[in-house]
């Protein structure tokens, strides 16, 4: 539950890149601890930036 809000709220995060592109990558799963029978969310976050080509003439 919590990874699927967390998930949710970075998905579509509005950021102040100006100039910038930002391409990002998230990817989770969860599952269940054979020991202690908790549930594990494991998410990874990426963010890549590049600057936005402008054109001249």
Do not use: F, N, W
Not at 5 to 24: C, E, I, W, Y
Not at 33 to 50: H, N, P
């Amino acid at each position: 539950m919590v990874a699927s809000r967390l998930h949710a709220t970075l998905q579509d995060a509005t950021l102040d890149l100006a100039q910038h592109h930002l391409g990002g990558c998230m990817s989770g799963h969860s599952r269940r601890d054979a020991k202690t029978k908790l549930y594990v969310a494991e998410l990874r976050l990426r963010a890549v930036t590049e600057p936005i080509a402008v054109a001249t003439a």
